[in-house]
């Protein structure tokens, strides 16, 4: 059954690429591009409605096709990539947080080294002036 949907929307895509290139455009027609006059190629007004009720016709085709299409493919029972996969393992829920924060007092310096004491450098020596300056 997909198959001949298939062929019938390949039908139609290509009806619908002809029957669009072969109406008129704004500025000139089809009979223009062969040497001959305006709107002489299929009579002189009949085309351009029958040509416009056929682009509708064979579009409405192609679009009843695409979504018969879609429906055939989604039926085609393939699983999703997802089924494959096992759902994550549960984990213990986190302990509730304490009503009150804990007093938070600060780390006490270990016993057996004292802070090193902290010496300011040392001025920089003078220098004494140089000779022959004045």
């Known amino acids: 059954m997909s198959l001949v ?3 019938i929307h390949v039908v139609a895509c290509l009806a619908l690429i002809l029957v669009v290139l072969l109406q008129a455009g704004k500025g000139a027609s089809i009979g223009a591009a062969f040497g001959g006059a305006s709107q002489t190629v299929f009579g002189s007004a009949g085309a351009t409605p029958f040509l416009a009720k056929l682009t509708t016709v064979v579009a409405v085709l192609f679009m009843l ?3 018969g299409l879609a429906i055939f493919a989604n039926q085609g029972g393939m699983p999703s990539v997802m089924q494959e996969v096992a ?3 549960q984990t213990a829920p986190a302990p509730a947080a304490p009503d009150k924060p804990a007093a938070q007092t600060a780390p006490a310096a270990p016993a057996d080294k ?3 004491a902290q010496t300011a450098p040392a001025a920089p020596a003078e220098k004494a002036p140089a000779e022959g300056k004045n």
């Open 87 to 89: 759902p994550p393992a």
């Open 5 to 7: 949907v298939l062929i």
């Open 114 to 116: 004292a802070p090193a």
């Open 65 to 67: 096709t695409s979504l």
